[in-house]
Nanobody, 122 residues
Framework: QVQLVESGGGLVQAGASLRLACAAS????????MGWFRQAPGKVREFVAS????????IYSDSVKGRFTIYRDGAINTVHLQMNSLKPDDTAVYYC???????????????WGQGTQVTVSS
């Protein structure tokens, strides 16, 4: 089992920046791909970004490409999402996820955090 804990959400104005963090604990002997997904009220959960286990490869959704950056810090099972130039459409609950496959598919991620709210006001 892997436990994921997100932090860093909040309320900001359009154009501001936020950085989300996700710390994974549990099966430290397995190197996981990690990703961020988000779900706005009344909408399905959608892919935001993912990163492979080493941090050398990333995938972004078209809606965040160029504004968001996913990266790992010195701890291989900790991942951050730097969000710049935030827009009201970015308002959602952001979920951290971990999985054995590096992809953008929700079904490839078997472990999920509880989510952190990001609200962007206009």
């Amino acid at each position: 089992q892997v436990q994921l804990v997100e932090s860093g959400g909040g309320l900001v104005q359009a154009g501001a920046s936020l950085r989300l963090a996700c710390a994974a604990s549990g099966r430290a002997d397995i190197n996981y791909a990690m990703g961020w997904f988000r779900q706005a009220p009344g909408k399905v959960r959608e892919f935001v970004a993912s990163i492979n286990w080493s941090g050398g490869r990333t995938i972004y959704s078209d809606s965040v490409k160029g504004r968001f950056t996913i990266y790992r810090d010195g701890a291989i099972n900790t991942v951050h999402l730097q969000m710049n130039s935030l827009k009201p459409d970015d308002t959602a609950v952001y979920y951290c996820a971990a999985g054995l496959s590096f992809s953008s598919r929700l079904g490839d991620f078997g472990f999920w955090g509880q989510g952190t709210q990001v609200t962007v006001s206009s």
